[in-house]
């Protein structure tokens, strides 16, 4: 079946560490591949995508590249603040079938000054 | 545009009572769902539907029913609430056949069943 497996948390940092939360997935077919964020008290949101091998998604200094070789989509920051305290979740969708969309359990990050 | 709504915000129901959580979106989205989220479960999926009149059981479908009369509407029914249904309550909508847009979220309901 299809699935994503994030690392565990809570992953505690200080600011202006380097940020890395590890995704990988299992897919039966080619999936798009996304990273939502969830802050206290709020809804997801779409934070970035890729769409096809080796593209990169990034935003708000967020970074992640479609690994299909490793299937992996690791989520990367290199000078994280404060505000980037949240809820990370990793997630696939396929064309094919109902096109779900299938999240990883989710990674809470908090950012200490 | 309002994108995903979803009301009520808050909500404390009595065990057996039922209640209808509204989800409406304005995009016109094919796809929309059902998600709720506790500590330590991430998001579960309830129930989902590909468009007007078609709507599928996620992994948790048991004590929800759900209706798409229109693309714009898509509401939850609890039909008998338990204290297991206490959670927060996401709807998210997409288009279909559009799959590298991923999902457009509302802002939730947190429901407490006593």
């Known amino acids: 079946g299809n699935s994503v497996t994030q690392m565990e948390g809570p992953v505690t940092l200080s600011e202006e560490a380097f940020l890395t939360i590890n995704c990988t997935y299992t897919?039966?077919?080619?999936?798009?591949l996304f990273w939502y964020v969830q802050y206290p008290g709020e809804g997801l949101q779409l934070l970035l995508k890729?769409?096809?091998?080796?593209d990169k998604g990034s935003n708000k200094g967020f970074e992640a590249t479609y690994r299909k070789e490793t299937t992996s989509f690791h989520l990367e920051k290199g000078s994280v603040q404060v505000s980037d305290s949240a809820v990370y979740f990793c997630?696939?969708?396929?064309?094919?079938?109902?096109?779900?969309?299938?999240f990883g359990q989710g990674t809470r990050l908090t950012i200490n000054p | 545009n309002a994108g995903v709504t979803q009301t009520p915000k808050f909500q404390v129901l009595k065990t057996g009572q039922s209640m209808t959580l509204q989800c409406a979106q304005d995009?016109?989205?094919?796809?929309m769902s059902w998600y709720r989220q506790d500590p330590g479960m991430g998001l579960r999926l309830i129930h989902y539907?590909?468009?007007?009149?078609?709507?599928d059981q996620g992994e948790v479908p048991n004590g929800y029913n759900v209706s798409r009369s229109t693309t714009e509407d898509f509401p939850l029914r609890l039909l008998s609430a338990a204290p297991s249904q206490t959670s927060v309550y996401f709807c998210?909508?997409?288009?279909?056949?559009?799959?590298?847009?991923?999902?457009?979220f509302g802002s939730g309901t947190r429901l407490t069943v006593v």
């Open positions: 539907s590909v468009g007007a009149g078609i709507t």
């Open positions: 890729a769409t096809k091998a080796d």
């Open positions: 997630a696939l969708r396929l064309i094919q079938g109902a096109q779900k969309l299938v």
């Open positions: 995009m016109n989205h094919e796809y």
């Open positions: 998210a909508s997409s288009y279909f056949g559009e799959v590298n847009y991923g999902y457009t």
């Open positions: 897919a039966t077919g080619y999936p798009s």
